[in-house]
Structures are given as structure tokens and as C-alpha cells.
């Protein structure tokens, strides 16, 4: 942890209080003079700090910023989040993971962006990543499972970020298979999940994901608007971006570790629970084939089962599906 990081933490650790230079400059191992200008510079980079002579300093306000050290900030995990690469653009955080983890990037790395040039989604679709308003991030892990295990790993996520929401809005969020978190049946968050791997083994995963959190309407292109959201949208409220991924870390890092200890049956229940698709018709769309049917559940491995109208039941992997079905 750097310095500026070591101080936000202090003054997130004592919100409303006054924190004196030489406490600071204990706790961050630097001169005074340091630290006075790490306060200056997150000054410059939107803070504002109250400075009393005698009392030191207060923080006032923080701005949305998702710097690495706003997420490091009052982090609660062990791994996950602890190596954060932060950039103001790029075409794709997803690009950027895979070459970290390439290079030997610990796993729980995130590579976080605060605008998406090239954001994409599922079956090769564009996601929607303007500057300032959502959270385009990228996990990269690395777990000891069969190869066959890895889209278990979109639905953990799913859990993990459907948490999260509730806990840091209040808002009920559901989960669409695979990938979809919805609110009030609007989409507002997006998982896609790419792995790099041998014949026996995977070597990394990488997560992406990309949630709405402060867009207002006008900031969606008119085709998106009836079935998109955000976070603001339906609370009614901004919400601080570095805080809802402080909270998905937490969340993300508990399921994975009963994930790993337990398998798969525990994640499988809280994510039937989220469930927006299960008891619902669906029209199922996979590379060869149109199904028509109830999704019944999620079989041990997680994979849709689908019971179409004449009974007979289906095994989806992939497919792109709607809830309703042709008459």
C-alpha cells in the first residue's frame, strides 16, 4: 500500500475526524512534509480536506473516483482486489487482464477502467461504457478445478455482484442465466467469463464485468433505453463506485472460498434463489437449434435445464434466450 492509499484508508477508518500530521506521518512511514503533499495531490485530484492548525486534517468529501488507492481504501479480503491496475480509458479492461495475467499477475488482480472504448459482451454484442457513470473491471484468477468447471465461475460471479448491489442500494437484484443482473427486469450489469488454458488444466480465468451505476437516462443510446438501467436510475441516487467494489471483493472472495472447499452446491442454491429465468418459458437460441420451453433448474454442474413442450428436457450451455415463448 503507497502512501496516498495508506491515507485515505486512515481517514475512511475515522470518517468526521481530525487526523494529525504526525499520526499520519507515523502511520505512512514519511516526513510531515510528505504527506502534506499527498494531501495536495489528492486535493488536486478532488478531495477536500478540512485543515485545522493543532487538529490536522479532515477529510470533507471524495470524489467517484476508481483509483487503486479509493478501492484499497477500507478493502476487506485477503486476495481479491489487493493488485488493482486503474486506467482513465481503454479499449477493453478484459485485453489488459489477459496480458497481466500473462506476465504473472496475482490472482484477485483487477484491472479496472473508468471508460471503455470497446466494450463487448457475451456472442461478440457491444457494451455501452461511457466515462464517469459505471464500472468496467476485469478479475483475474487463478483456480486448481477441472477444466469443465470453469462457467460455474459466471454464475458465482453473478451471486457475488447480486449481492453486492443489495447490500450497497437496497435495490432486489435478480439474476438472468447466465450472465444478466437485472433490476426490475432491466438489465444493469453484464458478466463474461474467458479462460486461458491447456488439454488438463486452466492456467488463469478471466472475468469481466460491467455494471451501470450512475448513468441517467439521456446517457444511454435511445435503442437501449427500455431495456437498460442503472443503479441511479432505480434508487433514485448517485452511489460511490470505489465502495460497490470494495463490497463485490468482499462478497466475491466469501462464495470462492466456499466454492472451493464445498464445490458447487452452495453457489447453486444462492444463484436459483437470485433466479429471475427458473419456472419461467423461454425461447432458446443455441448455434443449431431453437428450443422452446420451461427452465426447470440448474443440474448439479450447473448447466440450464430446459423442459420443452413435449416434456422432453435439454441440457443448455450456451444460447441466447428469451423469457416468453412463440405461440
Given at each position: 500500500?503507497?502512501?496516498?492509499?495508506?491515507?485515505?484508508k486512515a481517514f475512511r477508518e475515522h470518517p468526521d475526524q481530525f487526523i494529525s500530521g504526525e499520526h499520519l506521518s507515523q502511520l505512512c512511514h514519511c516526513s510531515r512534509t510528505a504527506v502534506w503533499k499527498h494531501?495536495?495531490?489528492?486535493?488536486?485530484?478532488?478531495?477536500?480536506?478540512?485543515?485545522?492548525?493543532?487538529?490536522?486534517?479532515?477529510?470533507?468529501?471524495?470524489?467517484?473516483?476508481?483509483?487503486?488507492?479509493?478501492?484499497?481504501?477500507?478493502?476487506?479480503?485477503?486476495?481479491?482486489?489487493?493488485?488493482?491496475?486503474?486506467?482513465?480509458?481503454?479499449?477493453?479492461?478484459?485485453?489488459?487482464?489477459?496480458?497481466?495475467?500473462?506476465?504473472?499477475?496475482?490472482?484477485?488482480?483487477?484491472?479496472?477502467?473508468?471508460?471503455?472504448t470497446g466494450g463487448r459482451g457475451r456472442l461478440g454484442r457491444v457494451w455501452h461504457s461511457p466515462k464517469g457513470t459505471g464500472i468496467w473491471m476485469s478479475l483475474i484468477l487463478r483456480p486448481h478445478i477441472e477444466?469443465?468447471?470453469?462457467?460455474?465461475?459466471?454464475?458465482?460471479?453473478?451471486?457475488?455482484?447480486?449481492?453486492?448491489?443489495?447490500?450497497?442500494?437496497?435495490?432486489?437484484?435478480?439474476?438472468k442465466w447466465p450472465n444478466d443482473i437485472l433490476i426490475n427486469e432491466k438489465k444493469v450489469c453484464g458478466i463474461l467469463t474467458e479462460l486461458n488454458a491447456e488439454s488438463d488444466r486452466i492456467n488463469y480465468l478471466?472475468?469481466?464485468?460491467?455494471?451501470?451505476?450512475?448513468?441517467?437516462?439521456?446517457?444511454?443510446?435511445?435503442?437501449?433505453?427500455?431495456?437498460?438501467?442503472?443503479?441511479?436510475?432505480?434508487?433514485?441516487?448517485?452511489?460511490?463506485?470505489?465502495?460497490?467494489?470494495?463490497?463485490?471483493?468482499?462478497?466475491?472472495?466469501?462464495?470462492?472460498?466456499?466454492?472451493?472447499?464445498?464445490?458447487?452446491?452452495?453457489?447453486?442454491?444462492?444463484?436459483?434463489?437470485?433466479?429471475?429465468?427458473?419456472?419461467?418459458?423461454?425461447?432458446?437460441?443455441?448455434?443449431?437449434?431453437?428450443?422452446?420451453?420451461?427452465?426447470?433448474?440448474?443440474?448439479?454442474?450447473?448447466?440450464?435445464?430446459?423442459?420443452?413442450?413435449?416434456?422432453?428436457?435439454?441440457?443448455?450451455?450456451?444460447?441466447?434466450?428469451?423469457?416468453?415463448?412463440?405461440?
Amino acid at each position: 500500500m503507497n502512501i496516498k492509499q495508506e491515507i485515505l484508508k486512515a481517514f475512511r477508518e475515522h470518517p468526521d475526524q481530525f487526523i494529525s500530521g504526525e499520526h499520519l506521518s507515523q502511520l505512512c512511514h514519511c516526513s510531515r512534509t510528505a504527506v502534506w503533499k499527498h494531501i495536495e495531490e489528492l486535493r488536486q485530484e478532488g478531495y477536500e480536506f478540512e485543515a485545522v492548525r493543532r487538529s490536522g486534517y479532515r477529510l470533507v468529501t471524495a470524489p467517484d473516483r476508481i483509483a487503486a488507492e479509493e478501492i484499497a481504501a477500507g478493502l476487506e479480503t485477503e486476495t481479491i482486489g489487493h493488485t488493482v491496475y486503474a486506467y482513465d480509458t481503454v479499449v477493453t479492461t478484459q485485453q489488459l487482464a489477459h496480458e497481466a495475467a500473462g506476465k504473472g499477475a496475482p490472482e484477485g488482480t483487477l484491472v479496472v477502467a473508468d471508460q471503455q472504448t470497446g466494450g463487448r459482451g457475451r456472442l461478440g454484442r457491444v457494451w455501452h461504457s461511457p466515462k464517469g457513470t459505471g464500472i468496467w473491471m476485469s478479475l483475474i484468477l487463478r483456480p486448481h478445478i477441472e477444466l469443465t468447471r470453469a462457467p460455474q465461475m459466471t454464475l458465482l460471479t453473478a451471486v457475488a455482484m447480486a449481492r453486492a448491489v443489495q447490500s450497497e442500494t437496497g435495490l432486489e437484484a435478480q439474476i438472468k442465466w447466465p450472465n444478466d443482473i437485472l433490476i426490475n427486469e432491466k438489465k444493469v450489469c453484464g458478466i463474461l467469463t474467458e479462460l486461458n488454458a491447456e488439454s488438463d488444466r486452466i492456467n488463469y480465468l478471466v472475468i469481466g464485468i460491467g455494471i451501470n451505476v450512475n448513468q441517467q437516462p439521456q446517457d444511454y443510446p435511445p435503442e437501449l433505453r427500455s431495456t437498460a438501467t442503472s443503479l441511479r436510475i432505480e434508487a433514485g441516487q448517485p452511489f460511490h463506485r470505489a465502495m460497490l467494489i470494495q463490497t463485490f471483493c468482499k462478497q466475491f472472495e466469501q462464495l470462492y472460498r466456499e466454492y472451493l472447499e464445498h464445490g458447487f452446491a452452495p453457489i447453486k442454491a444462492r444463484w436459483e434463489a437470485y433466479a429471475t429465468t427458473l419456472g419461467k418459458m423461454l425461447t432458446v437460441r443455441t448455434q443449431h437449434t431453437t428450443i422452446e420451453g420451461r427452465a426447470v433448474g440448474l443440474d448439479p454442474d450447473g448447466v440450464l435445464v430446459v423442459e420443452d413442450r413435449d416434456g422432453v428436457r435439454h441440457k443448455v450451455y450456451s444460447a441466447d434466450i428469451e423469457q416468453g415463448a412463440n405461440r
